[in-house]
């Protein structure tokens, strides 16, 4: 008796269903063989009921796409970093993009207020939002103007790094990490530094003078599974370590200048200008990766831009700025205490205003007890001219207004859904740009008694979506246009570029994607940290900067 | 069905958490992974609850950093079929089928539409006792229509091994649903 293969089965089965499936009888699918075709009869009958099945599947597509809002809402709910500051997360989760959108409207929205979110703060190298963390902190160094402060911060900040590669070598974790480090000693195969013990492989690669106990290196390892510290590369500073707390000095930095600006034609504009320092405080090289450096220009600026609908509830006023530059100009808040012809009391302060001083009543009348946010000017004499007033919604409770920016989840009559945030929706809510969900928003709002939010102000920034973030090498750059691991990007004076940015270098670039789909016009890079300076018996023997110190604006 | 570069950027940006391509990924499979829960537990309100939940458990793989090596839909169906298996262990003296679900369809006669619907009730439970990749050959297959190419590729496997489960699960179908007659 001749034998079927099973393969010959299984073949001769699936031709035989291709054929019922193109709705040809069971009798004329089967196979000639009468053998097989006992075989395969009863099997095809299953298939035939198989496919009844097809046909009368229910319509589910209503029941998805409910499930579908209810797992795009739990989305953004696991989207959320672990956050030490609940304001700016879902913010800041966006990458690096959205950090400078935050510089912007930390100072917009918060008049002047430095609170930094620590989103994603336990995040480590290799996780996704590792890179979030790193710019988080290059925000945070970037508006922390005190000298002290920014020592510590950055003494933190390397603090961090090496914990962060005990964390790695903990959990067995293999990636790529840097840390500056004190050399505790080196014997030639390994190196402790920080407590940390580096192993020297051949191809590791020394830099600068041989490690020696008390000098700093810089070291690029790699945290294999079996938890050993491999180095790539160790650099060695030819600087000596300075206390951990030096003594104050005169600042060094430019603040930060950011403005906004609603422009009459409905079209939002954030602009967000950083002018860092150019060298490292304590005559210390600058950490890895986290100094702010201006490159090609003394000051560069990124713009994000959206166009509003045309239907979109664009109110008054055609700008909203606000600066905190050395030119003295302040943005101001309070309740008006009294209106003169020639100038108005707010808050304790007088401040002169003039006929031609634009008054926009968005929230009210301009009266006494009403609520106004001024721009103002602080002239040579110590007097305050203004060059705006806006009156605003009385906030229930004054101190209590909350400002954030985020994704929206929800718009709802009467709320919407910010970064997991209530927010009431009046009348009286200025909004400029379309919203729609999963957009940024930049939402300024009054806290209720009852710690609900009542919004005052929301600028809608730019869809989510749009916000390209990527990491490669440079392999090209002709002028404006670079090529970044194949793809194009195309930068114009607006871009921010922080660190040195060379072919061949790691860069991250943060972007719009441009219409034609294949070029990111990028809006921020980050480069490398600046080069080392090159050692120079100053370094050692005076931390002092180099660069001529700016005092701060009061 | 080779994984297109659209299909890879679009995975990228799922890992990324990117909203817009969470919605894409959820309307991409959401309707194979409902089917696949729906004919292995016969319950659409649980089927509709269980796809949700594939979806959330993906974000926390994603999360916690235990996402897909090869293939994207095999590791999802692994996930529904985890949830799936769960559910079994949880309510396993709890199954019914429930008439609330009968489809009235063509002539709208109730007896012939509850008579069918009883028979696609029989065939689910038929198909809720195969193995995991038995049944996702054959909803894959006959429930959602795909090739033995494309069913290939969903699972990691060669063609020759979907039509060798393929024929095991109509064999196996067949001695489920003769023992039930």
Request: hydrophobic share 40%; charged share 25%.
């Given at each position: 008796m001749e034998h079927t293969r099973p393969q010959d089965l299984e073949e001769a089965l699936d031709i035989a269903i291709g054929k019922l499936q193109s709705g040809e009888a069971i009798e004329a699918c089967l196979p000639a063989d009468p053998s097989l075709a006992g075989q395969l009869r009863p099997l095809l009958q299953v298939a035939q009921s198989l496919r009844s099945l097809a046909a009368h599947q229910r319509d589910s597509s209503r029941a998805l796409a409910a499930a579908r809002r209810r797992f795009l809402?739990?989305?953004?709910?696991?989207?959320?970093?672990?956050?030490?500051?609940?304001?700016?997360?879902?913010?800041?989760?966006?990458?690096v993009a959205s950090t400078v959108v935050l510089v912007a409207l930390l100072v917009v929205l918060l008049a002047g207020t430095t609170m930094m979110a620590s989103a994603s703060a336990s995040s480590l190298p290799g996780d996704p939002l590792y890179r979030v963390k790193r710019a988080a902190e290059s925000v945070h160094l970037a508006l922390t103007f005190d000298q002290d402060s920014r020592s510590a911060l950055k003494r933190t900040i390397e603090d961090r790094r090496i914990q962060e590669t005990r964390d790695l070598l903990e959990r067995h974790r293999e990636t790529t990490v840097s840390f500056r480090a004190v050399v505790d000693s080196f014997t030639g195969p390994t190196l402790v530094a920080a407590g940390l013990t580096v192993h020297l492989a051949e191809t590791t690669t020394i830099l600068g003078p041989e490690p020696a106990a008390g000098r700093i290196v810089i070291v690029v390892a790699v945290t294999r599974p079996e938890g050993r510290l491999v180095a790539q590369r160790i650099q060695t500073l030819e600087v000596t370590p300075t206390p951990r707390r030096p003594p104050s000095r005169a600042a060094t930095t430019e603040p930060a200048s950011v403005e906004a600006t609603v422009a009459p034609g409905a079209e939002i504009t954030a602009t967000a200008a950083i002018t860092p320092s150019a060298t490292p405080e304590d005559g210390l090289p600058p950490n890895a990766g986290l100094e702010v450096t201006p490159t090609a220009a003394p000051e560069a600026t990124a713009t994000v831009t959206c166009t509003t609908s045309p239907t979109a509830t664009c109110l008054p006023p055609p700008t909203l700025p606000v600066t905190a530059t050395p030119s003295a100009g302040l943005h101001l808040a309070g309740l008006v205490e009294s209106i003169a012809p020639d100038a108005w009391r707010v808050a304790g302060l007088d401040i002169a205003v003039g006929a031609d001083t634009p008054i926009v009543e968005r929230g009210g009348p301009a009266?006494?007890?009403?609520?106004?946010?001024?721009?103002?000017?602080?002239?040579?004499?110590?007097?305050?001219?203004?060059?705006?007033?806006?009156?605003?919604?009385?906030?229930?409770?004054?101190?209590?207004?909350?400002?954030?920016?985020?994704?929206?989840?929800?718009?709802?009559?009467?709320?919407?859904?910010?970064?997991?945030?209530?927010?009431?929706?009046?009348?009286?809510?200025?909004?400029?740009?379309?919203?729609?969900?999963?957009?940024?928003?930049?939402?300024?709002?009054?806290?209720?008694?009852?710690?609900?939010?009542?919004?005052?102000?929301?600028?809608?920034?730019?869809?989510?979506?749009?916000?390209?973030?990527?990491?490669?090498?440079?392999?090209?750059?002709?002028?404006?246009?670079?090529?970044?691991?194949?793809?194009?990007?195309?930068?114009?004076?607006?871009?921010?570029?922080?660190?040195?940015?060379?072919?061949?270098?790691?860069?991250?670039?943060?972007?719009?994607?441009?219409?034609?789909?294949?070029?990111?016009?990028?809006?921020?890079?980050?480069?490398?940290?600046?080069?080392?300076?090159?050692?120079?018996?100053?370094?050692?023997?005076?931390?002092?900067?180099?660069?001529?110190?700016?005092?701060?604006?009061? | 069905m080779a994984r297109t570069d659209q299909e890879e950027a679009l995975l990228q940006r799922v890992q990324e958490y990117d909203p817009a391509a969470l919605g894409a990924i959820y309307d991409r499979y959401s309707g194979r992974i409902y089917n696949y829960i729906y004919y292995r537990l016969g319950d659409e309100n649980l089927a509709e609850d269980l796809t949700g939940t594939v979806f959330v458990k993906m974000m926390e793989a994603i999360r916690s950093s235990k996402s897909w090596n090869v293939s994207f839909s095999g590791w999802l169906y692994r996930i529904a079929h985890n949830l799936v298996v769960d559910h079994y262990r949880r309510h396993r003296q709890n199954r019914t089928v429930s008439l609330d679900d009968c489809v009235l369809v063509g002539d709208q006669d109730p007896v012939k539409a509850v008579e069918r619907q009883m028979e696609c009730d029989r065939l689910r439970l038929a198909i809720g006792q195969l193995t995991r990749e038995q049944g996702l050959v054959v909803v894959l297959k006959f429930v959602d229509g795909y090739t033995n190419a494309e069913v290939a590729e969903m699972l990691g496997k060669t063609e020759g091994a979907v039509k060798s489960l393929q024929f095991r699960a109509m064999a196996s179908l067949r001695r489920i649903l003769e023992v039930k007659e």
């Amino acid at each position: 008796m001749e034998h079927t293969r099973p393969q010959d089965l299984e073949e001769a089965l699936d031709i035989a269903i291709g054929k019922l499936q193109s709705g040809e009888a069971i009798e004329a699918c089967l196979p000639a063989d009468p053998s097989l075709a006992g075989q395969l009869r009863p099997l095809l009958q299953v298939a035939q009921s198989l496919r009844s099945l097809a046909a009368h599947q229910r319509d589910s597509s209503r029941a998805l796409a409910a499930a579908r809002r209810r797992f795009l809402r739990e989305a953004a709910r696991l989207r959320a970093p672990r956050r030490t500051f609940p304001l700016f997360g879902p913010l800041l989760r966006r990458g690096v993009a959205s950090t400078v959108v935050l510089v912007a409207l930390l100072v917009v929205l918060l008049a002047g207020t430095t609170m930094m979110a620590s989103a994603s703060a336990s995040s480590l190298p290799g996780d996704p939002l590792y890179r979030v963390k790193r710019a988080a902190e290059s925000v945070h160094l970037a508006l922390t103007f005190d000298q002290d402060s920014r020592s510590a911060l950055k003494r933190t900040i390397e603090d961090r790094r090496i914990q962060e590669t005990r964390d790695l070598l903990e959990r067995h974790r293999e990636t790529t990490v840097s840390f500056r480090a004190v050399v505790d000693s080196f014997t030639g195969p390994t190196l402790v530094a920080a407590g940390l013990t580096v192993h020297l492989a051949e191809t590791t690669t020394i830099l600068g003078p041989e490690p020696a106990a008390g000098r700093i290196v810089i070291v690029v390892a790699v945290t294999r599974p079996e938890g050993r510290l491999v180095a790539q590369r160790i650099q060695t500073l030819e600087v000596t370590p300075t206390p951990r707390r030096p003594p104050s000095r005169a600042a060094t930095t430019e603040p930060a200048s950011v403005e906004a600006t609603v422009a009459p034609g409905a079209e939002i504009t954030a602009t967000a200008a950083i002018t860092p320092s150019a060298t490292p405080e304590d005559g210390l090289p600058p950490n890895a990766g986290l100094e702010v450096t201006p490159t090609a220009a003394p000051e560069a600026t990124a713009t994000v831009t959206c166009t509003t609908s045309p239907t979109a509830t664009c109110l008054p006023p055609p700008t909203l700025p606000v600066t905190a530059t050395p030119s003295a100009g302040l943005h101001l808040a309070g309740l008006v205490e009294s209106i003169a012809p020639d100038a108005w009391r707010v808050a304790g302060l007088d401040i002169a205003v003039g006929a031609d001083t634009p008054i926009v009543e968005r929230g009210g009348p301009a009266e006494v007890g009403a609520f106004v946010r001024i721009r103002a000017v602080r002239q040579p004499d110590g007097s305050l001219v203004a060059q705006r007033i806006v009156v605003e919604q009385l906030p229930s409770e004054a101190g209590t207004a909350a400002a954030f920016a985020a994704t929206i989840e929800e718009v709802a009559d009467g709320h919407w859904l910010v970064g997991g945030r209530r927010v009431a929706i009046t009348a009286t809510t200025a909004i400029a740009g379309e919203p729609e969900v999963g957009t940024l928003a930049a939402i300024e709002a009054a806290r209720e008694p009852t710690g609900e939010l009542t919004a005052i102000r929301i600028l809608i920034l730019a869809p989510a979506e749009l916000l390209v973030e990527m990491e490669g090498t440079v392999e090209e750059i002709v002028d404006q246009e670079w090529m970044v691991d194949g793809c194009a990007v195309r930068l114009d004076d607006r871009a921010v570029i922080i660190g040195e940015v060379s072919v061949g270098q790691q860069v991250e670039i943060v972007g719009l994607q441009e219409p034609e789909g294949d070029v990111l016009r990028a809006l921020l890079v980050l480069g490398e940290a600046a080069p080392l300076p090159s050692p120079t018996p100053t370094a050692a023997e005076s931390p002092t900067p180099s660069v001529t110190p700016t005092r701060r604006p009061d | 069905m080779a994984r297109t570069d659209q299909e890879e950027a679009l995975l990228q940006r799922v890992q990324e958490y990117d909203p817009a391509a969470l919605g894409a990924i959820y309307d991409r499979y959401s309707g194979r992974i409902y089917n696949y829960i729906y004919y292995r537990l016969g319950d659409e309100n649980l089927a509709e609850d269980l796809t949700g939940t594939v979806f959330v458990k993906m974000m926390e793989a994603i999360r916690s950093s235990k996402s897909w090596n090869v293939s994207f839909s095999g590791w999802l169906y692994r996930i529904a079929h985890n949830l799936v298996v769960d559910h079994y262990r949880r309510h396993r003296q709890n199954r019914t089928v429930s008439l609330d679900d009968c489809v009235l369809v063509g002539d709208q006669d109730p007896v012939k539409a509850v008579e069918r619907q009883m028979e696609c009730d029989r065939l689910r439970l038929a198909i809720g006792q195969l193995t995991r990749e038995q049944g996702l050959v054959v909803v894959l297959k006959f429930v959602d229509g795909y090739t033995n190419a494309e069913v290939a590729e969903m699972l990691g496997k060669t063609e020759g091994a979907v039509k060798s489960l393929q024929f095991r699960a109509m064999a196996s179908l067949r001695r489920i649903l003769e023992v039930k007659e």
